[in-house]
């Protein structure tokens, strides 16, 4: 029955899986049977190959967008393996459309059931294609009694017209779906729904006299799998067409060990000779070069007849003749078996011309994007050009879209040069490896370097002819092609047209095929005489500028298509006639900056691209050398120039060019006497004419450069030992403006350390330590100083750098050199990056500062431990400089240096031949600033401040002396008072309360030596004394002078006390006398006293110190 395949957008469900049932007479008949059909899931028949044959017949017509492909497919089920109403898928969709299906069953001989051929056509073609028996007589629902299914009004249709055109023979309805399945699409693939009843019949005993003991069940499950035939009509769009590609068609096909496809393609176009173009005069005209994947194997004999074959019956068929022998009538075409694959892949074209003797023939691309890095690694000699060159590592990533070929081979070449321009590219001497290292992504195949030649064997590729433009193809043309010239001279019988009839039993195969390798055999079912093999040249020492050939399979390859090249190489740049100034013009503004000894940035390119863009990165991966570049986008702007350091990398155009300054050479070690070159220079004596692959260092000792380095100033290159020549320290301490004199002692100093850096070393880092005396005394409750790194350059630039605080720990760590010294603790370690500019300027500036100096005590924060910088490279000089200050006074210094001086600006220290990580040690203790006393000019003095203390201790001594006399006066003063008695009058008290008042006045004089020098001190005191008293007048008589009288004292005690109280207004001071002093003596006390307090001030100034 003829059923429309539904495409994605409208697939039916699958039918749901039922148990197959029997009708009703089957049931009685088979009563005796044993049978009973096993169930699977129908998951597992998604992995079964069901289809045993495929036959593939279309026809492709000029002018259209594709090719009509009728399939006819054989199905043979395993009940035991199968669902019915599942689905099995038979080859993927692709960009295939299915326009109709029709499914017939087959009895377990494989011959077809009746069917009409008016009503399927198509099942028609299949029993023919698939060389089946004839069709029996018997239709399928009368051998298993079932009922004719339900028909269509096309189809009662097509029966009434077959009739009426006067056949005797009705036609014979299609089968019911449910028991033959239909085709449809499913998850991307095109499927087969199994039919959801498998019914049975027992053989008629009337129709077959046989007995009883040879009755057997013949039924559709004899042999446990049953049988179905299929055809498809599908329409296949050409999946590429010309100019630039040929015609392909690619068809999907099921896995199948039986596959048969039959092909017819139109006629090619002639062309009149007056109307071919220049374009097409590589063009055989007349015919098609036509190749297929998987190879078609021509038949090499016809269909055999046999009895019982199928009948044509009266149905005309122009198909049915031989085309294995007779040709296609209409026209050119394929016809053949081929082995099992996924997919059939024709292609036609018209063949070109063969130029060259080479076998693999090349690809043109349209748009090709690549990524090139260029490394540089340092320098070498080159034995060959006798000069110095660049050791590079070239890395190139190319991405293709848009690769074609229009001839219809598969197995295709891609050409790749390195093109330096203005230098020779040449392999390292000595090296590892000198091929490149090639990769690609899907449908590369491998790779070799240079032309490959053309095999013996007939061949009819067609190629795409590169034109090399590299200067290195003109020269190495002759060495590479081995070809001789009687075989590049005979001339293949399948290089002219063939006659048309003949065209379709060409056969593709080698003359003979069983000597044929492994890798000729496969690559031969891919293309026509694609017969080389994808290993790389024996020859693997072509140089690098030859190109390097992709191998490429269209079959395979993607749209995109991504590989990669990856070679060291040497560059070395050619010499230039400098033009006499007669003749030639003034040099442009950039190319008067060129540097002799500059090199042009080398880069990839694919030689038969349309459009080509590159980016190139130079990196600089050398261990001290710095890489300086002159970059240019156009020839009109003004060039600029660039500095990598180490590790550094910088994107650049394709016009520029880079100088590798004070490079480290790679050469093998040997010894020998200089050579003179034909310029008149000499050759450096360590350079030997035998390469080696050790890379040992060695100082470049060549003769004049002409010119520096890109406007850099040269340098005289080292020869002696790596070590760093001078060293000079300038230690400045910070001091504050403090108000507490406690503060005065500056917390911090900075250092300024200069040096040269060290030229060809193994880094382009310099590292050096801070590290203190583990002997020095350390604070309770402070933690280690801070180092803060102010600045680090190199002639003035800044540049990177690294500090990393150095932890102390318990056990000494093994492999580092540092730390397994003795007698010293390290602070901290900082690493600065300073290329490779040897001989450069360093200048590194850092503060050190106390940590939690308010806790501290003053005459702790007196001593200071200067941290200077401990190299782990020998230096020549050390010098450090210590700044004064005039509030400051270094009091003692102690250091490991050999020379100390002092100037009138500070102190400075030096030391000679420092060894490797040699720890300079300083330590000094500060004065604290002192106060200032009277005046500025007294105390700038040690003279005036002895001044100062004795006019003080004079002073003190003139109050003591003063004192002492006054004392004596006033003990004299009360001795008087006694002498004086006073008799008061009887009754005195009695009298009634009387106010009166005393005037009294006293006149001294007194004379006291000083020193014995003759002085005068004259008192007067004049007192007033009123009283107020309660008591009768009485009149008080002063006696004389007193003398020396027995005196009766009242014994009254009342009257004592009474009197005690008038005893100071009756004194008479007249007449007193001071006792002598004794002038040594107290001259004697003085001189005492100011020797010890001279001591005492000795003892101050002087500590924590014995003043002694």
């Given at each position: 029955m003829s059923v429309y395949t539904s495409q994605r957008h409208s697939r039916p469900s699958s039918p749901?899986?039922?148990?197959?049932?029997?009708?009703?007479?089957?049931?009685?008949?088979?009563?005796?049977?044993?049978?009973?059909?096993?169930?699977?899931?129908?998951?597992?028949?998604?992995?079964?190959?069901?289809?045993?044959?495929?036959?593939?017949?279309?026809?492709?017509?000029?002018?259209?967008?594709?090719?009509?492909?009728?399939?006819?497919?054989?199905?043979?089920?395993?009940?035991?393996?199968?669902?019915?109403?599942s689905t099995i898928p038979l080859f993927p969709e692709e960009h295939v459309k299915i326009l109709h299906s029709q499914i017939h069953p087959l009895?377990?001989?494989?011959?077809?059931?009746?069917?009409?051929?008016?009503?399927?056509?198509?099942?028609?073609?299949?029993?023919?294609?698939?060389?089946?028996?004839?069709?029996?007589?018997?239709?399928?629902?009368?051998?298993?009694?079932?009922?004719?299914?339900?028909?269509?009004?096309?189809?009662?249709?097509?029966?009434?017209?077959?009739?009426?055109?006067?056949?005797?023979?009705?036609?014979?309805?299609?089968?019911d779906t449910k028991y033959t399945g239909h085709i449809l699409v499913s998850g991307y693939n095109i499927s087969y729904v199994l039919p959801k009843e498998f019914p049975g019949r027992v053989l008629d005993s009337d129709v077959y006299s046989r007995s009883s003991s040879s009755m057997r069940r013949s039924s559709v499950v004899d042999r446990n799998s049953v049988h179905f035939m299929a055809a498809l009509d599908l329409w296949v769009p050409y999946a590429s067409r010309p100019p630039r590609l040929?015609?392909?068609?690619?068809?999907?096909?099921?896995?199948?060990?039986?596959?048969?496809?039959?092909?017819?393609?139109?006629?090619?176009?002639?062309?009149?000779?007056?109307?071919?173009?220049?374009?097409?005069?590589?063009?055989?005209?007349?015919?098609?070069?036509?190749?297929?994947?998987?190879?078609?194997?021509?038949?090499?004999?016809?269909?055999?007849?046999?009895?019982?074959?199928?009948?044509?019956?009266?149905?005309?068929?122009?198909?049915?003749?031989?085309s294995s022998t007779t040709g296609f009538s209409d026209g050119y075409g394929i016809q053949g078996t081929f082995p099992s694959a996924e997919r059939i892949r024709v292609r036609w074209a018209k063949p070109i011309k063969s130029v060259t003797g080479e076998a693999r023939r090349r690809v043109g691309v349209n748009n090709v994007k690549g990524e090139m890095t260029c490394a540089v690694l340092g320098k070498m000699w080159d034995p060959v050009n006798q000069r110095d060159g660049v050791v590079m590592k070239v890395t190139y990533q190319g991405t293709c879209k848009g690769t074609w070929f229009p001839g219809v081979a598969t197995m295709l070449g891609m050409d790749v040069s390195l093109e330096a321009k203005g230098s020779d590219v040449s392999w390292v001497p000595g090296g590892n490896s000198e091929t490149w290292q090639v990769g690609g992504s899907q449908g590369y195949t491998g790779f070799d370097v240079g032309a490959s030649p053309k095999p013996d064997a007939p061949s009819r590729h067609d190629s795409l002819e590169s034109n090399y433009?590299?200067?290195?193809?003109?020269?190495?043309?002759?060495?590479?092609?081995?070809?001789?010239?009687?075989?590049?001279?005979?001339?293949?019988?399948?290089?002219?047209?063939?006659?048309?009839?003949?065209?379709?039993?060409?056969?593709?195969?080698?003359?003979?095929?069983?000597?044929?390798?492994?890798?000729?055999?496969?690559?031969?079912?891919?293309?026509?005489?694609?017969?080389?093999s994808s290993a790389p040249s024996v020859d693997a020492k072509r140089p690098p500028g030859v190109p390097v050939t992709i191998h490429i399979n269209m079959n395979e390859l993607p749209k995109v298509f991504q590989f990669s090249i990856t070679g060291t190489v040497l560059v070395t740049p050619r010499l230039r006639v400098a033009p006499s100034r007669s003749s030639s013009p003034a040099p442009a503004g950039n190319e008067q900056d060129i540097d002799p000894e500059s090199v042009v940035i080398p880069r990839f390119t694919v030689l038969a691209a349309d459009a080509e863009?590159?980016?190139?990165?130079?990196?600089?991966?050398?261990?001290?050398?710095?890489?300086?570049?002159?970059?240019?986008?156009?020839?009109?702007?003004?060039?600029?120039?660039?500095?990598?350091?180490?590790?550094?990398?910088?994107?650049?155009?394709?016009?520029?060019?880079?100088?590798?300054?004070?490079?480290?050479?790679?050469?093998?070690?040997?010894?020998?006497?200089?050579?003179?070159?034909?310029?008149?220079?000499?050759?450096?004596?360590?350079?030997?004419?035998?390469?080696?692959?050790?890379?040992?260092?060695?100082?470049?000792?060549?003769?004049?450069?002409?010119?520096?380095?890109?406007?850099?100033?040269?340098?005289?290159?080292?020869?002696?030992?790596?070590?760093?020549?001078?060293?000079?320290?300038?230690?400045t301490p910070i001091v504050e403006t403090p108000e507490d004199a406690s503060r005065c002692v500056p917390k911090a100093y900075a250092v300024r350390v200069t040096l040269a850096a060290p030229v060809d070393a193994e880094s382009d880092w310099l590292e050096f330590g801070l590290a203190k005396h583990a002997s020095a005394a350390v604070v309770a409750g402070t933690g280690p100083p801070k180092v803060e790194i102010v600045g680090v350059s190199v002639d003035d630039v800044p540049v990177l750098y690294e500090t990393s605080v150095a932890v102390k720990q318990e056990e000494t760590a093994v492999g580092l050199p540092f730390e397994?010294?003795?007698?010293?603790?390290?602070?901290?370690?900082?690493?600065?990056?300073?290329?490779?500019?040897?001989?450069?300027?360093?200048?590194?500036?850092?503060?050190?500062?106390?940590?939690?100096?308010?806790?501290?005590?003053?005459?702790?924060?007196?001593?200071?431990?200067?941290?200077?910088?401990?190299?782990?490279?020998?230096?020549?000089?050390?010098?450090?400089?210590?700044?004064?200050?005039?509030?400051?006074?270094?009091?003692?210094?102690?250091?490991?240096?050999?020379?100390?001086?002092?100037?009138?600006?500070?102190?400075?220290?030096?030391?000679?031949?420092?060894?490797?990580?040699?720890?300079?040690h300083i330590t000094m203790?500060?004065?604290?600033?002192?106060?200032?006393?009277?005046?500025?000019?007294?105390?700038?003095?040690?003279?005036?401040?002895?001044?100062?203390?004795?006019?003080?201790?004079?002073?003190?001594?003139?109050?003591?002396?003063?004192?002492?006399?006054?004392?004596?006066?006033?003990?004299?003063?009360?001795?008087?008072?006694?002498?004086?008695?006073?008799?008061?009058?009887?009754?005195?008290?009695?009298?009634?309360?009387?106010?009166?008042?005393?005037?009294?006045?006293?006149?001294?004089?007194?004379?006291?030596?000083?020193?014995?020098?003759?002085?005068?001190?004259a008192s007067e005191s004049i007192s007033t004394v009123t009283i107020s008293v309660t008591a009768p007048p009485v009149t008080i008589t002063a006696p004389a002078i007193p003398t020396e009288t027995h005196r009766v004292h009242p014994t009254s005690d009342s009257s004592s006390s009474s009197l005690a109280v008038f005893q100071p207004l009756l004194l008479n001071f007249s007449n007193l006398k001071w006792p002598e002093v004794d002038v040594?003596?107290?001259?004697?006390?003085?001189?005492?006293?100011?020797?010890k307090l001279w001591f005492l001030l000795r003892r101050i100034y002087h500590y924590p110190l014995d003043p002694t």
């Amino acid at each position: 029955m003829s059923v429309y395949t539904s495409q994605r957008h409208s697939r039916p469900s699958s039918p749901p899986t039922t148990t197959p049932l029997r009708s009703r007479s089957s049931v009685a008949a088979l009563s005796n049977t044993t049978y009973s059909p096993t169930v699977t899931n129908g998951a597992n028949s998604s992995k079964l190959n069901v289809v045993t044959r495929v036959a593939i017949e279309g026809k492709a017509k000029q002018g259209e967008d594709g090719a009509g492909i009728k399939m006819y497919l054989k199905i043979s089920l395993p009940l035991d393996a199968i669902s019915p109403g599942s689905t099995i898928p038979l080859f993927p969709e692709e960009h295939v459309k299915i326009l109709h299906s029709q499914i017939h069953p087959l009895d377990n001989n494989s011959v077809p059931y009746d069917f009409s051929s008016d009503l399927c056509p198509l099942l028609h073609h299949a029993a023919r294609a698939l060389n089946l028996s004839s069709r029996s007589s018997e239709s399928y629902n009368a051998a298993f009694g079932l009922s004719p299914p339900t028909t269509t009004a096309s189809i009662a249709g097509s029966i009434k017209s077959t009739k009426s055109s006067g056949s005797t023979k009705s036609a014979t309805p299609p089968v019911d779906t449910k028991y033959t399945g239909h085709i449809l699409v499913s998850g991307y693939n095109i499927s087969y729904v199994l039919p959801k009843e498998f019914p049975g019949r027992v053989l008629d005993s009337d129709v077959y006299s046989r007995s009883s003991s040879s009755m057997r069940r013949s039924s559709v499950v004899d042999r446990n799998s049953v049988h179905f035939m299929a055809a498809l009509d599908l329409w296949v769009p050409y999946a590429s067409r010309p100019p630039r590609l040929p015609y392909l068609l690619s068809i999907p096909t099921p896995r199948c060990l039986h596959n048969n496809v039959r092909l017819r393609i139109f006629a090619p176009t002639s062309t009149s000779a007056s109307q071919a173009s220049l374009s097409s005069a590589d063009e055989e005209g007349g015919s098609w070069d036509l190749t297929s994947d998987p190879h078609v194997t021509r038949a090499t004999s016809s269909r055999q007849s046999r009895s019982g074959n199928y009948s044509y019956g009266d149905v005309a068929d122009d198909e049915s003749s031989d085309s294995s022998t007779t040709g296609f009538s209409d026209g050119y075409g394929i016809q053949g078996t081929f082995p099992s694959a996924e997919r059939i892949r024709v292609r036609w074209a018209k063949p070109i011309k063969s130029v060259t003797g080479e076998a693999r023939r090349r690809v043109g691309v349209n748009n090709v994007k690549g990524e090139m890095t260029c490394a540089v690694l340092g320098k070498m000699w080159d034995p060959v050009n006798q000069r110095d060159g660049v050791v590079m590592k070239v890395t190139y990533q190319g991405t293709c879209k848009g690769t074609w070929f229009p001839g219809v081979a598969t197995m295709l070449g891609m050409d790749v040069s390195l093109e330096a321009k203005g230098s020779d590219v040449s392999w390292v001497p000595g090296g590892n490896s000198e091929t490149w290292q090639v990769g690609g992504s899907q449908g590369y195949t491998g790779f070799d370097v240079g032309a490959s030649p053309k095999p013996d064997a007939p061949s009819r590729h067609d190629s795409l002819e590169s034109n090399y433009s590299n200067g290195f193809l003109t020269a190495e043309r002759a060495g590479i092609s081995r070809q001789s010239s009687a075989s590049s001279s005979t001339t293949s019988l399948l290089r002219g047209p063939l006659p048309v009839p003949n065209v379709a039993d060409y056969s593709f195969e080698g003359p003979n095929p069983s000597s044929m390798s492994a890798s000729q055999t496969t690559s031969m079912e891919s293309s026509v005489g694609s017969l080389v093999s994808s290993a790389p040249s024996v020859d693997a020492k072509r140089p690098p500028g030859v190109p390097v050939t992709i191998h490429i399979n269209m079959n395979e390859l993607p749209k995109v298509f991504q590989f990669s090249i990856t070679g060291t190489v040497l560059v070395t740049p050619r010499l230039r006639v400098a033009p006499s100034r007669s003749s030639s013009p003034a040099p442009a503004g950039n190319e008067q900056d060129i540097d002799p000894e500059s090199v042009v940035i080398p880069r990839f390119t694919v030689l038969a691209a349309d459009a080509e863009t590159v980016s190139i990165v130079l990196r600089n991966e050398t261990d001290a050398c710095t890489v300086e570049f002159l970059d240019s986008n156009s020839s009109h702007e003004r060039a600029t120039r660039k500095v990598l350091q180490r590790r550094e990398f910088s994107r650049c155009s394709e016009r520029a060019r880079f100088v590798v300054k004070s490079g480290v050479i790679f050469a093998p070690t040997g010894n020998g006497d200089a050579v003179a070159a034909p310029n008149g220079k000499l050759a450096p004596p360590s350079r030997p004419r035998t390469p080696s692959t050790s890379r040992d260092r060695v100082p470049s000792t060549s003769g004049n450069r002409g010119r520096p380095l890109i406007g850099m100033v040269s340098r005289p290159k080292r020869d002696g030992a790596l070590m760093i020549p001078s060293v000079v320290a300038d230690v400045t301490p910070i001091v504050e403006t403090p108000e507490d004199a406690s503060r005065c002692v500056p917390k911090a100093y900075a250092v300024r350390v200069t040096l040269a850096a060290p030229v060809d070393a193994e880094s382009d880092w310099l590292e050096f330590g801070l590290a203190k005396h583990a002997s020095a005394a350390v604070v309770a409750g402070t933690g280690p100083p801070k180092v803060e790194i102010v600045g680090v350059s190199v002639d003035d630039v800044p540049v990177l750098y690294e500090t990393s605080v150095a932890v102390k720990q318990e056990e000494t760590a093994v492999g580092l050199p540092f730390e397994q010294m003795s007698g010293q603790e390290w602070v901290s370690w900082v690493k600065l990056r300073v290329g490779a500019a040897g001989g450069g300027r360093v200048v590194v500036d850092y503060v050190v500062t106390d940590v939690d100096a308010q806790k501290t005590k003053v005459k702790d924060r007196t001593q200071f431990d200067v941290f200077l910088p401990t190299f782990g490279l020998p230096v020549g000089r050390l010098q450090v400089n210590i700044e004064g200050n005039s509030d400051l006074e270094i009091s003692s210094l102690r250091t490991n240096f050999s020379h100390n001086q002092v100037d009138g600006s500070g102190r400075r220290l030096l030391h000679y031949s420092l060894s490797p990580f040699f720890y300079p040690h300083i330590t000094m203790d500060l004065k604290l600033p002192r106060r200032p006393l009277h005046s500025a000019t007294l105390l700038s003095s040690n003279l005036g401040q002895l001044v100062a203390i004795l006019i003080l201790w004079i002073a003190l001594a003139i109050a003591s002396v003063y004192l002492v006399r006054l004392n004596s006066e006033v003990f004299k003063l009360s001795r008087a008072l006694e002498a004086y008695a006073i008799a008061p009058g009887p009754g005195w008290n009695e009298r009634p309360p009387e106010t009166f008042t005393i005037t009294s006045t006293a006149f001294q004089t007194t004379r006291w030596p000083w020193f014995d020098a003759p002085s005068e001190s004259a008192s007067e005191s004049i007192s007033t004394v009123t009283i107020s008293v309660t008591a009768p007048p009485v009149t008080i008589t002063a006696p004389a002078i007193p003398t020396e009288t027995h005196r009766v004292h009242p014994t009254s005690d009342s009257s004592s006390s009474s009197l005690a109280v008038f005893q100071p207004l009756l004194l008479n001071f007249s007449n007193l006398k001071w006792p002598e002093v004794d002038v040594d003596l107290v001259l004697e006390k003085i001189v005492q006293g100011a020797e010890k307090l001279w001591f005492l001030l000795r003892r101050i100034y002087h500590y924590p110190l014995d003043p002694t």
